[in-house]
């Protein structure tokens, strides 16, 4: 129906019309205050497990030999939350500082009273670098930048320590290797520049990693023999954790592993480290019903019930940061039991396969995913092939944290 003027109207004033027949709102007594509740009980939600958290970065820093860790908590701390990971992590003394890679995050880790390092790996423009300078967060650069700089620490009345980050390899982001030590050569000459630290990133391909390590050192030596001092030299991901101790150098740059969840299962397997999930994604099962035989279940009828069979919908989809895939294997806990996801994952609905038998009520807790025995991320992925980060980094923003 196509939408007219007229039509609007028509709809405003009938609304208008049926807010007037309820008559006059109703007023409470003085003193007396309605509480609106922020959320439905059968709403998901993501709990927080600070032990398991703990636990992981006194992992990681046992993995390191005591280096100092530079928490990544980009794109929402891996779906832990900005301010609720930053807010655990801060007060541990193996955490030398925060990572992020929009600006807007590290600005609020500095409204949300965060005092150590912050490092701004993302991009941003000569408008924006008076604010991050005055706030006190370390830019990450890799062009010649120097100028812009100069005026910056000339209105700040010192020096702005920076991280320069070298591309050698990955083609991503950072100077090119085979430019990068003309341009630290003009940083480091600067008295409006201190150079806090040098980075890189792998490719993780295991013969271009090699030559990225060989790379990264020969350009560090050939500075550092110049008498350039470079800062902490920091390469080492969760991925870099596992596969490259020779290249922790002066601090390390985790972020999946922080969260407890190891991003391949050869990791895993490899017990090189004991992570724990720190999170869980959990709801309420808000309906359960018998299904005949022959009868469908979800859309294009992606579900047939061979048998009569109950199921029970849980009240949270893709639109929470359930992955569509979950329908291709995953299983949810409900009680002591592993229940198959059928039919399709809708936005805001997931129908799992209870039995012949009615084995749940509503009310009864799901669990999506956590830290128990075949109920980890790594094992939702391993069955329905979402990736864990899709597990993790997709989580929706506004979904309630709760800390256990």
Known sequence: MKPTRRRFLTSATTLAASAASLGPATSLPRGQTVRTPSSSSFDPWLEINAANLAHNVSEISRRAANRPILAVIKNNAYGMGLAEAARRLEPMIQIHGFAVVKLHEAIALRDAGVRKPVLLMGPFDDANLQDVVARDIMPMVYTPIGAALDRVAARRGRAVPVH???DTGIGRVGVPFRQAASLIADLAGRRSIAIAGVMMTFAED???DQEQVRRFNALCAELEGKGITLGRKHTASSFGLFQHPEAF???VRPGMALYGVYSEADFR???????RPAMALRARVAYVKQVPRGDSVGYSRAYIAQNDVWVATLPVGHADGWPRAAAKGARV???DRLYPVI???????TIVEIGAERRVEIGDVATLWDWQPESRP????????ASVYDLTMHLNPL???REI
Do not use: N, W
């Not at 039919?343 to 609905?349: D, G, K």
């Open 333 to 335: 806990r409900i009680g």
């Open 206 to 208: 295991a013969a271009l």
């Open 399 to 401: 979904l309630p944290r």
């Open 378 to 385: 790594e094992d939702v992925s391993a069955a329905c092939g």
């Open 269 to 275: 397997r490899a017990a090189v480290m004991d992570l």
């Open 343 to 349: 039919a399709s994952v809708s936005a805001s609905h």
């Open 249 to 251: 150098y002066e601090m």
């Open 164 to 166: 320069v980050c070298v």
